[in-house]
């Protein structure tokens, strides 16, 4: 079959028109947003670790965790600002293996509080980060995941607004009731579904 290049852009442009959530316009850029400076954690002071309540039940060094099951992962990404990129490469350790290798088949609480070096937090259901949902992730496009974008590592869930994919993530802390994060706190939905257009407080 030949395909004309006018034919491709145009049945790409249908495509992805599904793809995308109401309000959002698909960008080929990787815009930066952080609400503060980049932190810069040497790999080898760098650790993650798992909290519930006062006990810390997990913790993983740059190598440890380099060594848990690493897992690729494609899929789009929605900013609220409304910008949406397509196709996203991303490696790193689902929430899934990261409990299991913590000996937590049953997770203890039902929210998650994600805390990042220089203060940022985003709260998530901890249901939303299982079945493959959630990543740690550690590398973009192949290569290890850049500063600003929230190397050496930030949470991925990109079926929720972008906002809620932690950079610079560095402990998970469980929750027995939901808590606003950052951006929660100051007007953004508690939760944020790009496909509800969950944008602001009320939405
Ligand atoms: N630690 C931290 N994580 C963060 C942010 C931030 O300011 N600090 N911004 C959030 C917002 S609002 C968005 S849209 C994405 C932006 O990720 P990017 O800079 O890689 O595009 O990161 C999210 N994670
Ligand atoms: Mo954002």
């Not at 690729?72 to 910008?83: A, F, G, N, R, Y």
């Not at 949902?133 to 850049?146: I, M, N, Q, S, Y």
Request: hydrophobic share 35%; net charge negative.
């Amino acid at each position: 079959m030949i395909r004309t290049r006018g034919f491709t852009g145009r049945s790409r442009a249908n495509a992805d028109e599904q793809r995308v959530p109401p309000g959002q316009y698909v960008t080929d850029d990787f815009p930066v947003l952080s609400a503060g400076p980049t932190p810069h954690t040497p790999l080898d002071r760098w650790t993650l670790a798992l909290q519930d309540g006062g006990s810390l039940v997990g913790k993983w060094t740059w190598e440890e965790f380099q060594a848990l099951p690493q897992t690729e992962l494609t899929v789009d990404i929605h900013c609220v600002t409304k910008w949406s990129k397509l196709g996203t490469v991303w490696e790193g350790v689902t929430i899934d293996d990261l409990l299991a290798a913590a000996g937590l088949e049953e997770p203890s609480a039902p929210h998650l509080m994600a805390h990042c070096d220089g203060g940022y937090t985003a709260n998530l259901p901890l249901e939303d980060l299982l079945d493959g949902k959630g990543l740690v992730a550690t590398r973009f496009d192949g290569e290890p995941l850049a500063p600003e974008h929230g190397g050496p590592a930030r949470l991925l869930v990109p079926h929720l607004y972008f906002w809620k994919s932690a950079k610079w993530v560095r402990r998970l802390r469980f929750m027995e009731h939901d808590e606003p994060g950052f951006w929660e706190s100051l007007g953004y939905h508690i939760y944020g579904d790009p496909w509800r257009e969950q944008r602001y407080d009320g939405d």
